[in-house]
């Protein structure tokens, strides 16, 4: 279900465009009740990295009114997606020596000095004790395949995974890429702050 008049209460709260949709019935959403829930906001920017969508979904949620009315989430789960436009500017404005490409296969990592190619990696982005790293798959040295990439891998200048935080699937796009998340359950006070609390403890990469 979907109700626009949730919807204005949320982006009032939060100060910020959200999209609010449930599976249970409208009955229980009268006493805060909502099972199946989705939570989506887009066009977050943040220090590190802006990103297209950031979405929250929860086998249950509920909303304790009082002032400040509190939300409790029970099994929630939080997907980001990012974009080839917002990683372009981020691993310029780092420095990073190489280029990183978003395609449907993975992610292309690429150097290049004075403009001509140097070297080409296909990456697979894993999780090595809460750090996000790169390790390539097949890669090219001056246009010679290398078999020995495999055995490389590259951590990305990100902080760690938060405790409670579990990388669950990643989806692959061309231009596109979409983290999936499991996460402890949490209760947090509905206040105009409450983004960047959840932002802060379950997705601090993005904060």
Do not use: C
């Amino acid at each position: 279900m979907h109700s626009e008049a949730i919807d204005q209460l949320l982006s009032r709260a939060l100060e910020r465009p959200v999209r609010f949709e449930w599976a249970g019935s409208f009955a229980d959403s009268l006493v805060g009740r909502f099972d199946g829930v989705s939570l989506e906001l887009a066009g977050v920017a943040t220090a590190w990295l802006s990103i297209e969508r950031l979405t929250l979904r929860a086998a249950h949620a509920h909303l304790h009114p009082g002032l400040p009315a509190r939300l409790a989430v029970e099994s929630p789960e939080v997907a980001v997606t990012v974009g080839q436009r917002d990683v372009d500017p981020w691993v310029a404005g780092l420095g990073l020596p190489f280029g990183l490409e978003l395609t449907e296969k993975g992610l292309r990592v690429h150097t290049e000095v004075a403009g001509l190619p140097v070297s080409d990696f296909e990456t697979r982005l894993e999780v090595a004790q809460g750090w996000f790293v790169l390790r390539p798959q097949r890669a090219a040295v001056l246009g010679v395949p290398n078999a020995l990439a495999r055995f490389f891998r590259t951590y990305l200048p990100l902080p760690p995974l938060a405790a409670g935080v579990r990388l669950t699937e990643i989806e692959h796009g061309a231009g596109e890429l979409t983290l999936h998340f499991g996460v402890d359950d949490f209760e947090e006070d509905l206040t105009p702050g409450m983004i960047r609390r959840l932002r802060r403890r379950l997705v601090p990469w993005v904060g």
